[in-house]
């Protein structure tokens, strides 16, 4: 058991530095390869307006010029232990987690990212709990009821979920709800938990109904296939001829195999959800990290799109981690394997 | 099983009536190519402290039956008529609740393959509990002490240890011992097995049918086995039912089916299978043509077409049923051949060649 | 011993050997741990020693792990063997490539358990007997459908039932059709591995006389894989029986019936269920304890002493050797049952 756990935080921990590398290419080397100069990188650092030698000692004080991988360490270690930044005029401490300075706000970048974070979290933690509880109690219920009507009403609702674009529903919701009937608060509403959880979950109620749609139609079409696998096992057919009553075959043996492969879509799904999610965070003016993101592509803000990728990646590292320890939890033949 | 021939034959006490009586059972379920007529009118019956061997091919009808004496064939998917008596009570007109009570209480099973038939990520003892909780009012610690006994008694070694482990961890032969126990968990009246032995190895399958054995003396319980090997039902059953397509076609005790069968489909798996206790013959006699489909049976005898006697019944086996009708000593024959003849074949044409 | 030859029974050899097997060997590696590092292996075959004489059946029959069906796989060089040499029609097969294997695949075919997953569904009957042709580019007489059509007949089945497929089949049918497939290319030697065990038994009963009447109309020799006893009396003309990956007794079926010497065989045969209710009781039953070993980690020397009544010290720490013990009946037992009476050893 302890070399799985071992094993499974070395794969995520390699995972990650192959993100970074990636990223870091993408961003650092890639450009170089097509053509652009050290110049060339360094004049986003300084503005439209800066002169041909500015512009050149910011690509020599910002290293561009250094061979790749002794900027990758460079990078690397300022998120290891932080960096000392040379701003030209004054000098800087950029503390650990030092995914450098905002083109555009010149504030560093990962306090930012903190706080657009913990908006995305709200936003993707209370539409899982919603989607999975929904989800699951429709697949399972159709499972169980296969063909009926409500069956065949709840998948072509669950099609009818899938297909619909969230900027689409968003905005409805926005119009009706919120303009429409004042049942909800107005888009672009936060409000810490911390603060308030009641006002946070009020705000919050139309987003995650809407992110929730979505998922809620993907978990209840997934269940549904899982249960009726799992249904026809053989040691559901004993689970009967025991004489145990129907809900405890569905719940405790017939639901507890379904699950196992939801988790790992779980864990996937929650994962790039808290990355950002993009599209319900514009469509209700958020501010999360789908927003800072899309930002950082409008505004040419490397710094800003690099750091929410990297944060996205060890989100999605983070609950694979998390789901395979579970899995472990789950499945007695994994712990022993 | 110390009875002697003599004494078998008259099977039923009086006083006390058939424990399980099974009176023209019909399973039908209805697909889109037809109705599947797995079981077609059948009728046996089980006594405690006996085993019914049930014999037959795949789509004989065999598990079918023993489903549905359990009640396990989904609500609505099966149409069920007939009469199932468990100790007088009539399990096909009773409520799906009524039979769930009865269920692991007084009817209980174990399956082919033990290692599906187990739920992966419980443990065995936790199984074991389970069945036990569900119909005795008692603790958990209660439960646990009493899943350790039963692992104990079906001859697990080191049955406290052995209660935390999960299936995977368990041999084969060791998970269908666990089945057992679990099954006997609740000291029921009858007990079927359903292709007990199949999935298992040969030495294994000798440890698990004397263990049947074993227990079933200790118990007292009524025991329908149901296999496709004639081999396993000789070494246990006191009484054998021979289905072909969803009926019976052969009724006796085990003496009475291997000594003196008089069904031709009874002789046909006698002369398949290669006997270890007789020299070798140099061929096998197998049964012609493939079981029927069970949506389209044949009219008249359903084993007609393959029947090598066919022509000696003037044509009445392609056109009438044949019933299960007791042709002496409680052996009922389902078979348009003139008995006199049938006594004849056997003894004159199939005996010889085995 | 009454008989001279005690080696490897060179001289009781009746015909050629088709295929020859020495010290054959296959582990399966166990990896675990962080760097995966091999801890373990699965001793599924280890150290076999057999010849296969042409047109004879040689049954190999044991209980789950006992390493038959590898073996059947190591013989068709469906896996490559850990250590040790086959040898086919002189020619030693061992580690020849995929590419230069091919061409011997006419030579070696293998007939599987399970004739539902064996063929290909979305492939007509005449596609999948045919498949040999093409794989192997040969070109028949008349053309590949008369060739598969005649195939078809030569198994029992409807040559006019070419263009359908296999779930239009019973299971009998189908492990037809897969004997068709493999007759093909007129095989010498076929692997049958199980052939019949997945077949209702009057059914049983049809692929085993198939299988004979195919033996001596097409000269073929078989490797027959069974765990069923009853069957491979029937069908052999000599039996190995393995445990453990081992072959613990090989002899003539008749020597080997009447006179099973290894205790492991006498107890197989004892546990072999037979149709007849005297049997209940006048039967001496021998009845091993518990389940056969994992072969990842065989019990030492004598790898059945565990489960074994006549186990002594000495088994427990030397491997017993297959010797001949009877003329065509070798056995690896420290203290072998049903001894030659007049033995004039020592």
Redesign the interface.
Same mark, same amino acid.
């Given at each position: 058991m302890l $070399?799985y756990v071992? *094993?499974r935080l070395?794969a995520a921990v390699g995972l990650l530095f192959v993100v970074s590398v990636i990223t870091f290419s993408i961003f650092y080397l890639v450009p170089r390869l097509a053509g652009v100069s050290a110049e060339g990188l360094a004049s986003r650092y300084v503005g439209r307006t800066a002169t041909a030698a500015t512009v050149a000692a910011t690509a020599r004080r910002m290293g561009f010029d250094d061979p790749i991988y002794v900027q990758y360490g460079r990078f690397a270690k300022g998120i290891f232990v932080g960096e000392d930044i040379d701003l030209g005029a004054e000098k800087d401490h950029c503390p650990a987690p030092c995914l450098g300075y905002s083109f555009v706000t010149k504030q560093p970048v990962f306090p930012e990212l903190v706080d657009r974070a913990k908006v995305t979290f709200s936003l993707a933690a209370g539409a899982a709990v919603i989607w999975v509880v929904f989800g699951i109690a429709v697949g399972v219920l159709s499972a169980l009821r296969r063909g009926s009507l409500f069956d065949r009403a709840a998948m072509t609702v669950a099609l009818a979920g899938v297909s619909l674009p969230v900027f689409w529903t968003g905005l409805i919701a926005l119009t009706f709800f919120s303009y429409r009937w004042g049942l909800a608060p107005p888009g672009g509403t936060f409000v810490p938990f911390t603060q308030n959880p009641l006002s946070w979950a009020h705000a919050l109620m139309l987003p995650w109904i809407t992110l929730a749609l979505l998922f809620s139609a993907q978990y209840a079409r997934l269940t549904r296939a899982g249960m009726l696998e799992t249904m026809g @096992? =053989?040691?559901i057919?004993? $689970?009967?001829?025991?004489?145990? +009553? @129907?809900r405890k075959v569905v719940v405790k043996?017939g639901l507890?195999?379904a699950l196992t492969p939801l988790l790992t879509i779980f864990g996937l799904d929650f994962g790039l959800l808290i990355g950002g999610a993009v599209l319900t965070e514009s469509a209700f003016g958020l501010n999360g990290l789908g927003k800072y993101a899309v930002d950082g592509i409008r505004g040419n803000d490397l710094p800003k799109v690099m750091g929410v990728t990297l944060l996205a990646a060890l989100f999605v590292a983070l609950a694979n981690l998390v789901v395979d320890l579970l899995y472990a939890v789950? =499945? +007695? *033949?994994v712990r $022993?394997k | 099983m110390t009875i002697t021939t003599d004494e078998r034959t008259h099977w039923s006490t009086p006083g006390a009536g058939p424990f399980l009586q099974v009176k023209d059972l019909q399973v039908h379920f209805p697909t889109d190519d037809g109705v599947v007529k797995s079981v077609d009118g059948l009728s046996f019956s089980v006594e405690r402290g006996k085993t019914l061997g049930i014999v037959g091919e795949s789509g004989s009808g065999k598990s079918v039956t023993s489903m549905s004496v359990m009640g396990l064939h989904k609500a609505g998917a099966a149409k069920i008529s007939g009469q199932i008596l468990l100790d007088g009570q009539d399990l096909v007109a009773a409520s799906r609740e009524e039979v769930r009570q009865l269920r692991g209480k007084r009817m209980a099973m174990i399956f082919q393959d033990p290692l599906s038939a187990m739920h992966p990520y419980y443990s065995v003892g936790n199984q074991i509990i389970e069945a036990y909780r569900v119909h005795n009012d008692v603790s958990k610690k209660q439960a646990r002490a009493h899943a350790i006994e039963m692992l104990d008694r079906v001859g697990i070694p080191e049955p406290h240890s052995r209660v935390d482990s999960y299936p995977h961890q368990y041999s084969g032969g060791m998970r269908q011992r666990a089945m057992i126990a679990m099954a006997l968990s609740c000291d029921p009246d009858l007990l079927i097995a359903d292709e007990p032995t199949t999935a298992l190895d040969v030495t294994v399958q000798a440890q698990i049918l004397d263990l049947i054995r074993d227990l079933q003396k200790e118990f007292n319980s009524a025991v329908i086995l149901i296999t496709h090997d004639l081999g396993v039902v000789a070494e246990l059953a006191d009484h054998i039912l021979v289905m072909y397509a969803g009926r019976g076609a052969e009724y006796g005790s085990a003496e009475q089916i291997f000594n003196d069968p008089e069904h031709p489909y009874t002789w046909g798996l006698l002369g398949s299978m290669p006997r270890m206790d007789r020299d070798r013959t140099e061929r096998l006699m197998p049964i012609k043509g493939t079981p029927p489909s069970l949506i389209n049976v044949p009219v008249g005898c359903a084993f007609s077409p393959r029947c090598a006697f066919e022509a000696n019944t003037g044509g009445r086996a392609r056109t009438e049923r044949p019933e299960l009708l007791d042709a002496g000593q409680a052996h009922l024959v389902a078979c348009h051949l003139p008995q006199a003849q049938r006594l004849q074949i056997w003894r004159d044409e199939i005996a010889p060649k085995l | 011993m009454a008989l001279t030859e005690t080696t490897s029974g060179t001289a009781d050899r009746e015909a050629a050997d088709l295929l020859t097997v020495s010290g054959l060997v296959k582990h399966f590696p166990i990896r675990k741990g962080v760097l995966q590092r091999q801890v373990a292996a699965v001793q599924a075959v280890d150290g076999l020693d057999f010849a296969v004489r042409q047109g004879e059946t040689l049954s190999l029959v044991g209980e789950s792990g006992c390493g038959k069906s590898t073996t059947g796989r190591l013989l068709t060089r469906l896996e490559e063997p850990t250590a040790g040499t086959i040898t086919f029609e002189g020619r030693d097969i061992s580690h020849l490539s995929e590419g230069q294997m091919r061409p011997l695949r006419r030579d070696i075919q293998m007939i599987f358990q399970d004739p539902y997953s064996s063929l290909n569904p979305r492939h007509t009957v005449g596609k999948i007997v045919g498949a040999p042709y093409r794989l192997q580019g040969v070109e028949p007489e008349g053309g590949v459908k008369k060739a598969v059509q005649a195939q078809l007949e030569l198994v029992g089945l409807n040559p006019e039932h070419y263009n359908r497929y296999p779930h239009e089949f019973s299971g009998g049918q189908r492990q037809r059709i897969g004997i068709a497939r493999t007759l093909a290319l007129k095989p010498k030697l076929i692997v049958a591995d199980e052939p019949v065990s997945a077949l209702d038994v009057s059914i049983q009963a049809q692929v085993v006389n198939l299988l004979e009447d195919l033996q001596e109309e097409l000269d073929l020799t078989y490797v027959f894989i069974a765990h069923d006893l009853s069957v491979v009396r029937h069908v052999s003309d000599r039996v190995a029986v393995m445990y453990l990956g081992k072959i613990v007794e090989i002899a003539d079926r008749e020597s080997l019936y009447s006179f099973p010497m290894h205790p492991y065989t006498v107890a197989l045969m004892s546990a072999v269920p037979v149709p007849d209710t005297r049997r209940r009781t006048q039967r001496e039953r021998i009845r091993l304890q518990g389940d056969v070993p994992s072969p990842i980690n065989p019990p030492p020397a004598c790898r059945f002493h565990t489960r074994c009544w006549k186990a002594q010290e000495v088994c427990r720490t030397e491997e017993p050797a297959l010797v001949q013990l009877r003329r065509g009946h070798r056995v690896a037992c420290h203290f072998p049952e049903n001894l030659p009476l007049a033995s004039p050893e020592a």
């Open positions: $070399a071992i *094993r070395i @096992e =053989d040691y057919r004993t $689970a009967r001829a025991k004489g145990l +009553p @129907e043996h507890r195999g789950v =499945d +007695p *033949r $022993a | - | -």
